[in-house]
C-alpha cells in the first residue's frame, strides 16, 4: 500500500513561483508511474502533469506546457512539480497520484488509471 502526502501549496502573487513535493511512503514509488492533477473551486479534477518511473518520459496538459515541470527523485521517494509564471487561474487544490506499472515509459493521464491518490495541497495565485 503506498500513500502519499502532498505538500508546499500556499498564497503566491501571479507571476510567482512553487514548488510542490510529493512524499511516497509505505513502500517505494520506483516502480509507479505518478502524475499531478489539480482541482478548482466548482470545476472537475483535471490532468496537469505525468512523469514515468524512472522519469524519462513526461507529458504535460496544454495549459500548464512551458511554464510546469514534473520531476521525481526515486532515491527520495518524492515527486515534485515546479510551477512558474503562476496565473490566477492555476488556483486550485493539487494533488498528486500513483500507479504502479511493468513498464518503463508509461505515463497516465486519466485519473481513472490511478489507483492511489494524496490529500492535497492549495495552491492560490492573486492578481
Known amino acids: 500500500q503506498v500513500q502519499l502526502v502532498e505538500s508546499g501549496g500556499g498564497l503566491v502573487q501571479a507571476g510567482g513561483s512553487l514548488r510542490l513535493s510529493c512524499a511516497c511512503s509505505g513502500r517505494t514509488c520506483s516502480g509507479y508511474a505518478m502524475g499531478w492533477f489539480r482541482q478548482a473551486p466548482g470545476k472537475e479534477r483535471e490532468f496537469v502533469a505525468a512523469?514515468?518511473?524512472?522519469?524519462?518520459?513526461?507529458q504535460y496538459s496544454d495549459s500548464v506546457k512551458g511554464r510546469f515541470t514534473i520531476s521525481r527523485d526515486n532515491t527520495k521517494n518524492t515527486l515534485f512539480l515546479q510551477m512558474n509564471s503562476l496565473k490566477p487561474e492555476d488556483t486550485a487544490v493539487y494533488y498528486c497520484?500513483?500507479?504502479?506499472?511493468?513498464?518503463?515509459?508509461?505515463?497516465?493521464?486519466?485519473?481513472?488509471?490511478?489507483?492511489?491518490w494524496g490529500q492535497g495541497t492549495q495552491v492560490i495565485v492573486s492578481s
Open positions: 497520484a500513483a500507479e504502479i506499472t511493468a513498464y518503463f515509459y508509461s505515463v497516465f493521464v486519466n485519473q481513472r488509471e490511478y489507483d492511489y
Open positions: 512523469i514515468s518511473q524512472r522519469g524519462d518520459r513526461t
